[in-house]
């Protein structure tokens, strides 16, 4: 209960530290249209992705200890289900759905960390739901139960888009599941495209668990080796790498009378399996102590992102100040030039005072350069700042990967704003949420790391452990 209250209050703080000092900054420049903490402040998150039929909804209602999901052979649920917890009936109430809400509901109220799936529109609206259950299994997270991954359907079919849908639930969840089973073993199109192109460059590797479930329908040890041989050759295709990822081999016995019922052959390997599920358990209620990671990586990536922008922002104005100091110093040579050669014109003439040579030569000098700075240096400046927005990518050194993977993520972010504001903003502000960002990154998440790990060897947990890499580790997506 320590641990949780732990967990919770650091929870609470890192909430803070984006909400106090990367919101302001992210809303200010127009890095985000909301604030940052609002994808975070909720629950931790399951995602729990798969082919159609795969069981994902069957291995839910096993570890919630009641038919909630309804299950069945052919593609039986279309509907994105919000599973969370409902602490209000007493304990020891039999496990069930409490309450229903519908996708409006959940779209529109700001507890939840779904406004920005309002962008799917109403046919998505119509499959998005909010149930909630007394199961104890969801006391500190909450499931997402997805429609099954098919093979024909195309995206018109299903109204929405689902890889985007997808894509946006696997960045803000804690973990994601990927089920197979072992009939439709990592062929499915849909399934392919979500780990080849979703998934990778929506979420970070160590947050996605394969799991290659219904291995109770195998009818032998060396046919469940032959499943699993396939899975791992697919899935080495679709990602194009040749390490394995971890796989969970699992099954749901709620799903069979009998272990080995309607299968013919020796199933007597399932006794090694137990094991699995009570591990697929264990990571899945590892979830919360997972999001304190995930907070911290998201403190980390989003502070480095803004301070990155802000860096981008101050060099451009430097560029700039030196631009117009160089025009300025030629404006006054030329005006001067302008002066003389009119004194001299002017000198060389018979008849004319000397007095009134040098008037107008300064008069001459003085107003080219008025005409200088006034009309041609903006002409030039604005010249400059245009060529300047069409090459970007100089603005700030990128030396390694982690630098560049930054600045394309924020790219689009700086050329908005230099736009909008055409160059002209605050530099002594700008300066300050620098300073203010860096302190976030430099120190705050130092300090926060630390802490997770003494939280961590405190109660003599591991962190949850990074499974064998299968995605090249991307940004996380704002
Ligand atoms: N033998 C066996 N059958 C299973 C297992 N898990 C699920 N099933 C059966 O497989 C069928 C599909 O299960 P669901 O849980 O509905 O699968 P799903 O992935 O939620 O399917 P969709 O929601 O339609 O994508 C049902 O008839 C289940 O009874 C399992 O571990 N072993
Ligand atoms: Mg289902």
């Not at 779904?114 to 609206?125: C, P, S, T, V, Y």
């Not at 094991?275 to 502070?303: C, W």
């Not at 160089?326 to 002066?339: D, E, I, N, R």
């Amino acid at each position: 209960m320590h641990r949780e209250d732990d967990i919770d209050s650091l929870r609470e703080e890192l909430l803070e530290m984006v909400a106090d000092h990367l919101t302001p900054v992210a809303l200010r420049y127009g890095y985000s249209d909301v604030p940052l903490e609002t994808n975070i402040k909720w629950r931790p998150q399951v995602l729990v992705l798969g082919n159609y039929s795969s069981g994902k909804s069957t291995l839910i209602n096993e570890f919630l200890g009641a038919d909630i999901q309804s299950t069945g052979q052919a593609p039986t649920d279309d509907s994105f289900t919000v599973i969370t917890y409902d602490d209000s009936p007493p304990p020891g109430t039999f496990v069930s759905v409490t309450e229903e809400r519908d996708g409006k509901y959940l779209l529109n109220d700001p507890e939840f960390p779904f406004e920005m799936l309002k962008k799917h529109g109403d046919r998505f609206a119509a499959h998005f739901r909010l149930k909630k259950v007394n199961s104890p299994f969801l006391r500190n997270l909450a499931i997402i139960d997805t429609p099954g991954m098919l093979d024909s359907i195309t995206e018109r079919d299903r109204g929405y888009n689902y890889q985007d849908v997808i894509g946006d639930l696997a960045q803000i969840a804690d973990l994601v599941l990927v089920l197979f089973d072992p009939h439709k073993a990592g062929t499915v199109r849909e399934a392919h495209i979500s780990i080849r192109d979703t998934l990778p460059a929506r979420t970070f590797e160590d947050r996605i668990l394969f799991v290659l479930n219904r291995v109770d329908e195998c009818t032998s040890l060396s046919d469940l080796l032959r499943v699993y041989g396939t899975l791992c050759w697919n899935l080495s295709q679709i990602t194009g790498r040749k390490d394995i990822p971890t796989i969970h081999l699992t099954y749901s016995p709620r799903a069979t009378v009998s272990p080995t019922d309607g299968v013919e052959g020796d199933t007597g390997y399932l006794h090694y399996l137990e094991n699995e599920r009570v591990e697929l358990k264990k990571a899945i209620l590892q979830a919360p102590r997972r999001r304190l990671d995930n907070l911290a990586t998201f403190v980390e990536t989003h502070g480095e992102r803004l301070s990155h922008f802000l860096e981008a922002l101050i060099n451009y104005r430097k560029e700039s100040l030196l631009f117009r100091v160089k025009y300025a110093l030629a404006g006054l040579f030329v005006s001067l030039l302008c002066g003389g050669a009119t004194a001299f014109a002017i000198s060389a003439s018979v008849g004319i005072p000397h007095g009134s040579m040098l008037g107008t030569g300064g008069a001459v000098a003085g107003g080219s350069l008025v005409l200088w700075m006034t009309v041609l240096l903006k002409y030039f400046t604005s010249m400059w700042h245009r060529n300047r927005l069409r090459n970007l990518d100089t603005l700030t050194t990128l030396e390694n990967q982690t630098r560049s993977d930054t600045w394309q993520a924020i790219r689009e972010f700086v050329s908005a704003y230099l736009n909008k504001t055409r160059g002209r903003f605050p530099l002594a502000e700008v300066k300050q949420d620098y300073a203010d960002v860096r302190a976030v990154c430099d120190k705050g998440a130092r300090e926060i790391r630390e802490t997770i790990h003494e939280l961590l060897k405190v109660t003599q947990e591991k962190p949850p452990a990074t499974r064998g890499s299968i995605f090249t580790l991307r940004p996380f997506r704002g």
